[in-house]
């Protein structure tokens, strides 16, 4: 049990933090096993566990969050019935093959784990066999309503894993192989209909992709770098030459790799060592001053880009001081999106451009 607690942790740290780039549309193939059952059914019947299937798909998505999924499928489900009480429980057998096409919703684009909403209607063809009533042993054609629920979880690049659970109602009372009438209680409708469920897990295969979305890196007022990390790009490494018992040179640095945390000015864990570093550097040359400048990319407003910057300046500041560091020592400014390295006409420029800068001087 401690296990499993363990595993939903993780999946839910999973939604919260992990991050995908998606595209501005997209083709997808996918495959899997398939468990249905039977829900509402007729008269004295009642569910059984012989039940197993399988499928394929292709889906084509028209922007990052919605898609059009024809899903093809055979399923085998069982059934179990008695003609009066205490008489011996017979089973009933159905063979079905479906094409179902389905509008799906996905919630969360951006993040490697994300679930989706869908719905839409299928066309069947079955066969029963050791039916209840034998006159529905033969070779039928219908369709359904179609209603489900489902998560996709990245993979990779071209891969994900999906799970899905979905609800059917027949437009018939055939498949459970007893057509009884007046059983207006069953399915989305209340009708007559038969249903089933089913549980489908497979993989999909992303073949075909468009442009790359803007839509995990492009925010709205008040939100910020949703994908990229922050990176301080490095120059040249710092290096301090002693000339004389009273003078130091210092070569001006600029450090680099200070990662924040998405739309945060929290250090990475990675930050630090290159924290210490610099921290390293001053406590040896006591004469040097260290100058930091913060700057983002031009997505996002200019005042909250600005606020971004100083945040994370502050970030280092305050760790230097915690050091030890001389406030006297420490020089601090941040520019926003004013002074760019690279132009912001691309992800990795502006990549580029989200840094803050660490420069020891005379």
Same mark, same amino acid.
């Given at each position: ?120 209607? %299928? ?18 054609? %219908? ?66 992709? %468009? ?152």
């Amino acid at each position: 049990m401690k296990r499993i607690y363990f595993i939903i942790v993780v999946l839910l740290i999973n939604i919260q933090m992990s991050y995908s780039q998606t595209y501005s549309d997209k083709w997808v193939f996918g495959i899997g096993a398939s468990y249905p059952r039977f829900f509402s059914l007729s008269g004295t019947d009642f569910s059984g566990n012989d039940n197993y299937g399988g499928y394929f798909s292709i889906e084509y998505f028209f922007n990052e969050q919605v898609s059009l999924r024809l899903l093809n499928n055979y399923l085998r489900l069982e059934s179990n019935y008695y003609r009066f009480p205490g008489d011996q429980v017979q089973s009933h057998f159905l063979n079905q093959f479906s094409s179902n096409l389905d509008v799906i919703y996905e919630f969360l684009p951006c993040r490697s784990v994300s679930p989706y909403l869908l719905f839409g209607t %299928g066309l069947t063809f079955f066969k029963n066999e050791k039916s209840f009533n034998p006159d529905l042993d033969d070779d039928f054609f %219908g369709y359904q309503a179609n209603f489900g629920v489902g998560v996709r979880w990245g993979l990779s690049d071209d891969l994900a894993l999906k799970t899905e659970a979905v609800y059917h109602t027949a437009s018939n009372n055939k498949i459970d192989g007893n057509d009884r009438f007046n059983e207006n209680f069953k399915g989305f409708f209340g009708g007559n209909g038969d249903t089933y469920g089913r549980l489908d897990v497979g993989l999909l295969w992303y073949f075909s992709k %468009g442009e790359t979305s803007d839509l995990c890196d492009k925010c709205p007022e008040g939100v910020r770098e949703i994908y990229y990390r922050d990176s301080i790009i490095i120059k040249e490494p710092y290096e301090v030459i002693r000339y004389q018992k009273d003078t130091v040179k210092v070569k001006e640095p600029i450090f680099f790799n200070v990662h924040f945390e998405f739309d945060k000015h929290t250090l990475r864990p990675e930050s630090y060592p290159i924290l210490d570093q610099a921290v390293k550097a001053l406590n040896e040359f006591k004469d040097v001053q260290v100058l930091i400048f913060g700057h983002t990319d031009s997505i996002g407003s200019d005042e909250y880009n600005e606020k971004l910057s100083r945040e994370r300046v502050e970030t280092v500041y305050n760790y230097l001081l915690s050091k030890g560091i001389s406030a006297n020592r420490i020089s601090k400014n941040w520019f926003g999106e004013k002074q760019p390295i690279r132009s912001n006409d691309s992800d990795i420029n502006r990549a580029f451009n989200r840094r803050v800068e660490i420069k020891i001087s005379n």
